[in-house]
Every structure is written in structure tokens, then in C-alpha cells.
């Protein structure tokens, strides 16, 4: 038996359900059906709509806490910077918050 054969024997059992004897039930079960999936997908409530919008949410969350610990990662690297080299701890300072040198003259230029 090949597969269309069987198809087309298939499809004869579909027709002989809906002209049938029972075919109001056979109505009624895909009307039904249908108006469940419809309102499963764009109905109130907890529907596939909300699913796919939550996924996005959570990858965007997740795109910027990726993006939160890198930039953490390099602080922690400024830091540990600053904390081993004197040099960069003073142009730190110098840079950020105006520190000098006592006797040392100090030109700020805002842009």
C-alpha cells in the first residue's frame, strides 16, 4: 500500500465523518477546537503572545546583565590597577578629581 493510497483512504473517513450520521458533532468538536486555539493564542491572559514577549524580556535582561559584568570586569581591573601602581593611582586622582601636587597649579578645562 503506498502512501498516497493511504491518504486517500484516510481522506474518505474524513469526508464519511462530516457527512455522515454524526456529522453536527464533528462540526461541533472543530468549531470548538478552533475557537479554544484561538483564544489560547490572542485572548486574555496567559497566552502564547505573552510567552514570546516574556522570551524577549528575558533575553534582553540577559543581554544587559552580560553587558553589567563585563563592565564590572573592567573596574575590578581599574581597581586592582589602581591599587598596585602609584602612578595610575595619582593620575587617577589628578584626572578625576582635581588633586595636586602642593605648590602645583591646576587647570581645569571643561568641555
Request: cysteine-free; proline content about 2%; hydrophobic content about 40%.
Amino acid at each position: 500500500m503506498t502512501i498516497i493510497h493511504s491518504a486517500i483512504i484516510i481522506l474518505g473517513k474524513i469526508k464519511d465523518i462530516f457527512t455522515g450520521e454524526h456529522r453536527k458533532f464533528a462540526w461541533f468538536v472543530v468549531i470548538s477546537t478552533t475557537i479554544v486555539m484561538v483564544s489560547w493564542l490572542v485572548g486574555p491572559g496567559t497566552t502564547i503572545i505573552h510567552w514570546v514577549e516574556a522570551k524577549r524580556e528575558i533575553g534582553r535582561q540577559e543581554r544587559q546583565m552580560e553587558k553589567y559584568r563585563s563592565e564590572i570586569e573592567a573596574m575590578d581591573q581599574n581597581i586592582g590597577e589602581l591599587k598596585t601602581n602609584r602612578d595610575s593611582l595619582e593620575k587617577f586622582a589628578r584626572e578625576q578629581f582635581g588633586f595636586a601636587v602642593p605648590g602645583e597649579d591646576v587647570y581645569i578645562i571643561e568641555d
